[in-house]
C-alpha cells in the first residue's frame, strides 16, 4: 500500500508541475546525407539531419509538448523516427515503427511528431525503418525531472553515448546478410566501437567534483562493458527507472540500453585516466583480424599530463542488472491475467537464406500499417487474425496484468525491447538452462526491477510481467538490429476499442502513406471488403523442403560455387585462342579442333 500511495503522490505532484511548467518544445529535423569519418579509417555517406553529424540531442523536460518535424531529404530512402523508451500514453500513432503505427517517410515527405512527455529519464531516437539507424539516424534523446531524487548528490550531468560502427552501408549489409550466401545467418562484424561518435573522447572533469553520467548504447549489435579506471560509480537509473544507488565499477551495456550513474572524482589532479568501452567479441560468430574491440577516452583532471595507456584487462566482471531495486520500490505483479509463451530461435526458408522465429513464425510486415488495420477494422480490431499472419499479434485487455515468458534457443545473447511499457524482470537464467519451469523456477523478487530493454542469456529463459494500462499497438523485438531485419518482431496490441474510440491520425500520417502510394485501409493484405480475407498478404519465403539442413545449404552453396567456377574455367579456355602445335610429320590443317 505505501509504495501505491507513494506513485499515486508522486503522478499528482508530476500532474501539477506539468500544469504549471509546461512548454512546447520544437526541432526541426531536415534529415540528409552527409559524410563522416568518426573512427579515422574509412569516410563514407551517413545520415544526418540538418547538414550535421553526429546528431543533435533531444531535450525537454516532464510534462513539456514535443513536437518535431520532419523533412526527409534523403532522395533515395524513406524513413521514421522512433523515440526509445518513451510510452507515449494516449499517442501510440507517434511511436514510429514504419509498416506498425504509420507509413514510412518518403522521399521529399514530411510528418510531424507531437505528443506529451509523461516520464522523466535517458532515452534515444533513432529510425525505425529498413534497419536504417547504423547509418547515423540516431542520436540521444534526455527528459529532465523537476523532481528528480537525486538532485543534491551531483554537479554537473554530462552524457555519453556508445556505438559500434560499420564502413559499409546498411542496404548493402542486409542484402549479404540476408542471402543464400550467408545460410548460418552470420551477423556482419562492425568496424569499429566509438564513444560521443568519435574516438579519443577527452572529458574534462574537476577534481572533488560529482558527475551524473548518462549512457546510452546507441549499437546496432554490440553490447559493450564499460568502466572507468581508478573509479567506481553508483547506478541511479536504468532505461528511465530511477534505482535505489548501487555501487559498481564495470557495466555490461546491450544495444538500446540506458543508465545513469553518479562518479566522484579524484581529490587532486596528479594524473588522468581512460575510460574504456569494449564490444563483446562474443556475440562475434568469428573475429576479423586486425579488428580492435575496444574505444578509449579519458577523464582529463590536468590536460598537461599524459593520457595512459589502458590497463590489460583478463576478465569482465560486469554489474549483473538484474541485482538493482526501483527507487520507488513498486512490488511484483501478482494475479496473472493472461499469460503467454515464445520461443525464438534462428532457421532457414526456402530460399536459403537464415531468418529469425518467434515459435514458427518470423515477421513480415503487412501492406498496411497495424494501426491503420485496427482504426479501419470496427468490431474485428480483437480479432489477432486480421492483422497478418506473419506478424506474430497479441490481443491485450485493459489493465490486465500480463506475463511473458521467453525462451531461448539460440547460442547468442539476444537484448529484447518493449515499445510502450517499462517490465518487470521478474526472472533470468543462467546460460544453458532451457526453457522456463514454472515448477522449478527460483522466487520472484517482491520488487523487481524495471526497464524497457532486457538480455536474455544463450540458451535460456527470462520471464517479464506488465501492466496493460496504455492503449497502443506496441512492438516487442530483439534490438539486434540484424535481428529486427531477419523478424524477430512479435505485435502486441492493447485494448483496441479504446484506441479506436480515442485516436485521431492527423491528416499529414496518412498523406505520408498517400505519397508513398502505400494503402491505409483494410487489413494486413489492404482487403477493405473482408478484414478475414488474407489474401495477398506480404508472406515470408516458402519452408525448406524436408531434410535440408543449415550445413546442408552451406554444402550446397559451396558446390554450386565450386561448379559455376568449373564452369567459368571451362568457358575462359573454351572462348579463348586456341593454338596448334603443327606436326612435323603429317601436313597442317587448320580446320581440325583440338578434340580431334
Known amino acids: 500500500m505505501r509504495s501505491s500511495l507513494h506513485l499515486l503522490a508522486s503522478s499528482l505532484l508530476y ?230 544507488q548501487t555501487n559498481a565499477q564495470m557495466l555490461y551495456i546491450t544495444a538500446a540500453q540506458r543508465y545513469s550513474i553518479l ?100 515477421y513480415v510486415g503487412p501492406k498496411v500499417p497495424t494501426l491503420y488495420t485496427l482504426m479501419s477494422a470496427g468490431n474485428a480490431a480483437s480479432n489477432a487474425s486480421i492483422y497478418g499472419s506473419s506478424t506474430k499479434t497479441f490481443i491485450l485487455k485493459k489493465d490486465d496484468v500480463v506475463e511473458l515468458v521467453l525462451n531461448s534457443d539460440d547460442p547468442g545473447k539476444h537484448p529484447f525491447h518493449l515499445h510502450g511499457h517499462a517490465f518487470q524482470a521478474v526472472a533470468r537464467s543462467d546460460p544453458d538452462a532451457g526453457p522456463y519451469d514454472p515448477t522449478n523456477a527460483t522466487a520472484f523478487p517482491k520488487t523487481p526491477m524495471r526497464r524497457d530493454t532486457f538480455m536474455i542469456n544463450p540458451h535460456g529463459h527470462f520471464v517479464l510481467r506488465f501492466k496493460a494500462d496504455n492503449p497502443g499497438v506496441w512492438l516487442f523485438h530483439c534490438h539486434i538490429e540484424w535481428h529486427v531485419d531477419s523478424g524477430l518482431i512479435a505485435t502486441l496490441i492493447e485494448s483496441p476499442f479504446d484506441i479506436q474510440n480515442t485516436l485521431k491520425i492527423p491528416e499529414d500520417h496518412y498523406q505520408a502513406c498517400r505519397d508513398a502510394g502505400m494503402p491505409y485501409t483494410g487489413n494486413a493484405a489492404a482487403n477493405t471488403l473482408d478484414f478475414f480475407d488474407l489474401s495477398g498478404e506480404n508472406l515470408p519465403p516458402a519452408p525448406l523442403p524436408p531434410g535440408f539442413t543449415a550445413p546442408g545449404i552451406v554444402a550446397l552453396v559451396f558446390s554450386c560455387f565450386t561448379a559455376f567456377l568449373g564452369m567459368a574455367v571451362i568457358t575462359w579456355y573454351g572462348v579463348g585462342e586456341i593454338k596448334v602445335k603443327k606436326p612435323t610429320n603429317i601436313p597442317y590443317m587448320p580446320h581440325l579442333t583440338s578434340s580431334q
Open 15 to 244: 500532474g501539477s508541475l506539468s500544469l504549471a511548467q509546461a512548454a512546447t518544445v520544437t526541432y526541426d529535423f531536415n534529415i540528409t546525407w552527409v559524410t563522416a569519418n568518426p573512427d579515422g579509417a574509412f569516410e563514407r555517406p551517413t545520415i544526418g539531419i540538418n547538414g550535421q553529424w553526429p546528431l543533435p540531442p533531444i531535450t525537454a523536460t516532464v510534462g513539456d509538448r514535443l513536437v518535431v518535424n520532419v523533412l526527409n531529404q534523403l532522395g533515395n530512402q524513406s524513413t521514421s523516427l522512433h523515440f526509445h523508451g518513451l510510452y507515449m500514453n494516449g499517442s501510440t500513432h507517434m511511436d514510429g515503427p514504419a509498416g506498425v503505427t504509420q507509413c514510412a517517410i518518403p522521399a521529399g515527405g514530411s510528418f510531424t511528431y507531437d505528443f506529451k512527455i509523461t516520464q522523466p529519464g535517458t532515452y534515444w531516437y533513432h529510425s525505425h525503418a529498413h534497419g536504417q539507424y547504423p547509418d547515423g539516424l540516431r542520436g540521444p534523446l534526455i527528459i529532465h525531472d523537476p523532481m528528480f531524487p537525486f538532485e543534491d548528490s551531483y554537479d554537473e550531468e554530462l552524457v555519453l553515448t556508445l556505438s559500434d560502427w560499420y564502413h559499409e552501408q546498411m542496404p548493402t549489409l542486409i542484402s549479404s546478410f540476408i542471402s543464400v550466401t550467408n545460410p548460418t545467418g552470420a551477423e556482419p562484424i562492425p568496424n569499429a566501437a566509438l564513444i560521443n561518435d568519435t574516438q579519443n573522447l577527452k572529458i574534462h572533469v574537476e577534481p572533488g567534483k560529482t558527475y551524473m553520467i548518462r549512457i546510452v548504447n546507441m549499437a546496432a549489435f554490440a553490447a559493450q562493458y564499460l568502466w572507468f579506471e581508478g573509479h567506481n560509480f553508483r547506478i541511479v537509473e536504468v532505461d528511465g527507472i530511477y534505482t535505489q
Open 263 to 362: 562518479l566522484t572524482t579524484k581529490s587532486d589532479t596528479s594524473s588522468n585516466f581512460a575510460v574504456v568501452g569494449s564490444m563483446d567479441q562474443g556475440l562475434f560468430d568469428k573475429v576479423p583480424p586486425g579488428l580492435n574491440p575496444n574505444v578509449t577516452g579519458w577523464l582529463v583532471y590536468d590536460e598537461k599530463k599524459e593520457l595512459p595507456t589502458p590497463s590489460l584487462v583478463a576478465h569482465y566482471y560486469a554489474f549483473d542488472d538484474f541485482a538493482l531495486v526501483p527507487n520507488d520500490r513498486q512490488e511484483l505483479y501478482g494475479d496473472v491475467n493472461y499469460s503467454f509463451t515464445m520461443n525464438f530461435r534462428m532457421g532457414n526458408l526456402g530460399d536459403g537464406a537464415n531468418y529469425a522465429f518467434f515459435d514458427d513464425t518470423t
